[in-house]
C-alpha cells in the first residue's frame, strides 16, 4: 500500500478515534514507524476532532481545573504513583557556582586576616628571642664570673682553713693608720696570699708593694693590684719570714723598700 | 494536560451525558483517572489522545447507565443525540459559537451522524456498518469524508 492509499482508507481516522480493531492499530503503529509523513497526517486528523469537540456548549467553570487539581494531589499521597518533578528549582549548578565563589572569597579573606596576625606573632616571637638570647649569654658571661670567683673563694678558703697557714694582720701606720689587712702564710709550700680587705686605692701613679723580712733583710714578695674589685691576692713564694710589711712604690714597684713610705707591718 | 485536552473531553462527556453537572464531575472523574493510570498508558498502542478519549467515552457512558437512562440509549436512538445536540447548539447561538454553528450547519447530515456515532458514542466500525446498514469500507470511506470535512471547516474556522 501507499502512503496516499493508506491514507485514503480511512484507517487513520478510525485509529484516532479509538474505534479501529486492535489488528489495525497494530497496523498504523508499523506503518508510522516506515512512513513518518503518516504521522503529521494523523496530527492533523486529531486537531480537527479536538477542535471540533472543543466548541464546547458552555465555557467550562474555572472552579472545575482548581477541584480536579485538589483532588490530583490527594491521590498523589495514597497513589504516590508518579515521580515529582519540580519544576521550578533553579539549575544547581548555577547556585553551586556562585555558592563555591563565595565560599572561595571567604575562605581567602579568612586566610589573609589570619596569615597576618601569625606573621605579627612570629616577628614578636623572634624579638622576643633574640631578647632572651641576650639574656642568655649575659647570664652565662655571670655565671662565668661567678664560677670563676666562686672557685677563687673556694681556693681561699681551702688555704686559709689549712691549720699550717700562719694568718698575719698587718696594722695601719702613717697614711694607713687605723686600716688593716692580712697576709696568710704557708711556711711549708711558701705560698703566700694577700687579703686587701678594705685597703684604700693607692695614690695615682703609686703602687702597694709587699715586702718579706728575711733575716732582718726586706724581700720583694711582689706588687698589689686592686683592680677589678679582687682583694685577695697570690703573691710570691716566701720561705723563712718573721714580718710583713707593705711600702707605697712608684708604679711597677722598686729592688728595695722606701721606709718613709711604709703603711702596714705586722710580725709573724 | 487538562489546558490542551479539557475542552475537547469535555465537548465528548457532555455529548454523551447531555449534562453540565455531571458532564463536569465526569471530567474531573477522567481527569483523575488519566493521572492514576498515566504509568500505564503505551506510547506503542496509541495516540495519547485517543487514550484519553476512550477512558472519557466509557465514563461518560458509565455514568449514562448508573443514571438509569435507558440502558440501550446509545444503540437505540442516534437520532436522540443528534437532536440534543442541534437543540443544544441552537440554544446557544446567541453566543460564541457561532464558527461551530458553521462547521455543524456545513457537515451533511450522515456526515454529523457518523461523527457522533464514533467520536462520541464510540461505535465500533462493526456497530456503526450494522446501525447504518453500510458495508464496512463504506464506513472508513464516510468517516474520512467527513473528517477531512471537519478539518476544512476547523481550518477555516481557525482562520476566521
Known amino acids: 500500500m501507499s502512503i496516499e492509499e493508506i491514507i485514503e482508507s480511512g484507517l487513520l481516522e478510525s485509529y484516532v478515534l479509538g474505534i479501529a480493531t486492535p489488528e489495525e492499530t497494530v497496523m498504523v503503529q508499523e506503518l508510522c514507524v516506515k512512513h513518518p509523513e503518516l504521522i503529521k497526517e494523523i496530527e492533523l486528523i486529531e486537531e480537527a476532532l479536538i477542535s471540533y469537540s472543543s466548541q464546547t456548549i458552555k465555557p467550562l467553570n474555572n472552579e472545575l481545573k482548581n477541584s480536579i487539581s485538589n483532588r490530583l494531589v490527594f491521590n498523589e499521597k495514597s497513589a504516590s504513583k508518579a515521580t515529582i518533578i519540580p519544576l521550578n528549582t533553579p539549575a544547581p549548578h548555577v547556585k553551586l557556582y556562585q555558592v563555591g565563589i563565595a565560599a572561595s572569597l ?113 724581700v720583694d714578695a711582689g706588687m698589689i693590684s686592686l683592680n677589678n674589685g679582687a682583694t685577695f691576692q697570690k703573691m710570691k713564694l716566701i720561705a723563712g719570714a718573721q714580718a710583713f710589711a707593705v711600702t707605697i712604690e712608684n708604679m711597677g714597684g722598686s729592688p728595695t723598700p722606701t721606709i718613709d713610705t711604709m703603711c702596714l707591718l705586722g710580725n709573724v | 494536560m487538562y489546558d490542551n485536552y479539557s475542552k475537547a473531553l469535555f465537548g465528548v462527556i457532555n455529548n454523551i451525558v447531555n449534562d453540565q453537572e455531571e458532564s463536569e464531575d465526569v471530567l474531573q472523574n477522567v481527569f483523575v483517572k488519566i493521572w492514576n493510570n498515566f504509568p500505564s498508558y503505551d506510547e506503542q498502542k496509541g495516540r495519547l489522545y485517543t487514550w484519553m478519549l476512550n477512558i472519557a467515552r466509557n465514563m461518560a457512558i458509565d455514568s449514562t447507565r448508573s443514571r438509569h437512562e435507558k440502558i440501550k440509549h446509545k444503540i437505540q436512538e442516534t437520532t436522540d443525540s443528534v437532536y440534543h445536540k442541534n437543540n443544544l447548539f441552537e440554544q446557544n447561538s446567541s453566543h460564541e459559537n457561532i464558527g461551530l454553528q458553521n462547521i455543524i450547519n456545513n457537515l451533511k447530515e450522515d456526515q454529523k451522524q457518523i461523527i457522533d456515532l464514533a467520536y462520541f458514542q464510540g461505535y465500533t466500525q462493526e456497530e456503526i456498518s450494522q446501525k447504518l446498514s453500510l458495508p464496512l469500507g463504506t464506513v472508513k470511506t464516510k468517516v474520512r469524508q467527513a473528517i477531512i470535512m471537519l478539518r476544512e471547516l476547523t481550518k477555516n474556522e481557525i482562520l476566521q
Not at chain 1, 168 to 179: E, H
Request: proline residues 4%; aromatic residues 10%; glycine residues 2%.
Open chain 1, 106 to 218: 571567604l575562605l581567602l579573606i579568612t586566610s589573609t586576616i589570619y596569615n597576618f596576625s601569625l606573621y605579627k606573632k612570629v616577628n614578636q616571637l623572634s624579638g622576643q628571642v633574640a631578647e632572651l638570647n641576650t639574656t642568655k649569654s649575659v647570664l652565662a658571661d655571670q655565671m662565668n664570673v661567678q664560677q670563676a670567683s666562686m672557685q677563687t673563694l673556694t681556693y681561699h678558703f681551702q688555704f686559709v682553713a689549712n691549720p699550717k697557714v700562719k694568718t698575719i694582720a698587718l696594722s695601719g701606720m702613717n697614711s694607713l693608720v687605723s686600716q688593716s689587712a692580712v697576709v696568710h702564710w704557708n711556711p711549708e709550700t711558701e705560698e703566700v696570699y694577700f687579703d686587701a680587705n678594705a685597703l684604700p686605692a693607692s695614690p695615682q701613679s703609686k703602687q702597694y708593694q709587699l715586702w718579706a723580712i728575711v733575716d732582718g733583710k726586706p
